[in-house]
């Protein structure tokens, strides 16, 4: 059985470990806050005392961490993984990072001889726990072939995009429809309760009719009972919300329904929601 390595014991890294290690891998693990890895330990895994050396002591090293900025600097940093990378080991990138970032770690990682994969998930607490996750690869063909295993553990199913920058941008297409969407539902949910309709009803007729979705059906009851528990944090939707927007003016595409959808998610953030749910954006509507 493979050594894997695993760096990020977040909201989502921590149960996607835990999953691995059911899953009867040899687990090596890091976190830049090192109690976050004790639930890991006490399982039985390994506890590295950086990236460089999860990445040393592994076969295939894994991070999630929260945004460009983390994944360059757990890769790249002064003891980041990549520097205990030789020929032959690869390093899977599962955080949502726009493509620039995901090719030049993969750009250093072939100077080191070593494989890459970007491999963002899609999913948040919930489907992370139950290994319910959709990973959207792209990168080293052989890489993604050989991690189809541990894959499987951590989602529902996989796709292969091709080049690095693929998964990345497929990653951010769909949160920031996810995003839209969100701010949508919220937006009409005030609009019922502004018109003097039960907003409950709302909730109804939209599960009867074509736009009937898991997310509706999830985040509609929690916005009118007022309860934001963080499944995936406000702050990280507008994260990807921007990436998003970046990409758009990179490719030249008009998101005008995602700029407003941004808007709104920057005035929670201002208002101090960051650390809630992404569903918490129906503050500013009420």
């Known amino acids: 059985m493979q050594k894997i390595g695993f760096i990020g014991l ?11 290690l059911r899953g009867g891998f040899e687990l090596v693990v890091y976190n830049r806050n090192a109690l976050k890895c004790a639930p890991l330990v006490d ?3 390994l506890l590295a005392a950086s990236p460089m050396e999860v990445a040393e002591r592994c076969e295939i090293t894994l991070a ?10 757990v890769a790249l940093g002064p003891a980041g993984a990549l520097k205990g990378l030789s020929p032959g080991k690869g390093y899977i990138d599962l955080s949502t990072v726009d ?4 090719r030049r770690i993969e750009a250093a990682a072939a100077e080191a001889g070593a494989r890459f994969l970007e491999a963002p998930v899609s999913g948040s ?3 992370a726990e139950e290994g319910n996750l959709i990973i959207l690869a792209a990168g080293d063909k052989g890489l993604y072939d050989e991690a189809l295993p541990l894959f499987g553990i951590l989602g529902k199913s996989s796709h292969y995009l091709g080049a690095v920058g693929q998964g990345a941008m497929m990653k951010l297409a769909v949160n920031m429809v996810m995003g839209s ?3 949508a539902l919220a937006e009409g949910l005030s609009l019922a309760k502004g018109a003097g309709l039960d907003p409950s009803a709302l909730l109804a007729v939209l599960d009867e009719g074509v736009v009937s979705n898991p997310l509706f059906r999830l985040k509609g009851p929690a916005m009118l009972r007022g309860e934001f528990p963080t499944a995936f944090p406000l702050k990280h939707m507008q994260k990807d919300m921007r990436l998003a927007l970046e990409a ?4 030249g595409s008009a998101l005008t329904v995602a700029t407003a959808a941004n808007e709104k998610f920057l005035e929670a953030l201002s208002d101090g929601n960051g650390e809630e749910d992404m569903s918490a954006v129906y503050k500013v509507f009420k």
């Open 10 to 20: 977040g909201t989502m890294g921590t149960p996607m470990a835990l999953n691995i």
């Open 43 to 45: 399982k039985g895994a």
């Open 64 to 73: 999630i961490v929260s945004d460009p900025e983390a994944a360059l600097e």
């Open 99 to 102: 493509a620039v970032t995901s």
């Open 125 to 127: 607490k919930k489907p």
């Open 181 to 183: 969407m969100t701010v």
């Open 248 to 251: 758009g003016d990179a490719a």
